[in-house]
């Protein structure tokens, strides 16, 4: 059992290497991703991405996360974990502090406070940070097109958001780690496995 999570910029490669990882753990692993992991949360994502949406509020969006966190955390994360899975999910609660908090300016402990509400206090086993040069991930994203709301926001938002997630791992060193993002997809993986298997976090016969 192990809540494993995966945080960073936009187009950083963070879900595809979750994918990656859960497909080497095979049955020992339960995917899944903030904002979109049920049903409830699927309808939120909707909500939070929609570029038409430019006029909601910070405190409107970090409330919208965290509404799809607490249903995410109750109707997936901790049965998963009850069940004995590794959890992996792209984003959580980090994701609000780095992106409502450094980004948009909300205070940090109102975030956290929330936070405990939404999930009870449930906290990563490991967090990996995706860490890519602002300018390379952001062309990644216009390549990609179809930008949502929060892909379309101004540089000096997203440089506030990658200093935040600095900073958050900075002050956890024992729960993040951070994985350089650059190069091939398959090296990314190679630094993902060897991130996992150094905390030990994958199954006793290790990650396939």
Known sequence: MAFITFEGMEGCGKSTQAKLLARA???????????????????????????????????????LFFADRAQ??????????????????TRYVDTSLAYQGYGRGLDLDRIRSVAV????????????????????????????GGRDRL??????????VRNGYLELAAAEPDRWIRIDASGSEADVEART????????????????
């Open 117 to 144: 509400l939404a999930t009870g206090g449930l906290r990563p086993d490991l967090t990996l940070f995706f860490d890519l040069p602002l300018e390379v991930g952001l062309a990644r994203v216009v390549r990609r």
């Open 25 to 63: 753990l095979g049955s020992d692993a339960v995917l899944t991703q903030e904002p979109g992991g049920t049903a409830i949360g699927r309808a939120i994502r909707q909500l939070l991405l929609d570029p038409a949406n430019r006029a909601m509020s910070a405190e409107a969006e970090v409330l």
């Open 151 to 160: 892909e379309s926001e101004v540089r000096e938002f997203h440089e506030r």
């Open 72 to 89: 995410h955390v109750a109707e997936v994360i901790r049965p998963a974990l009850a069940a004995g899975k590794i959890v992996i999910s």
């Open 193 to 208: 496995r060897a991130a996992v298997e150094a905390r030990g976090l994958a199954p006793s016969h290790g990650v396939r």
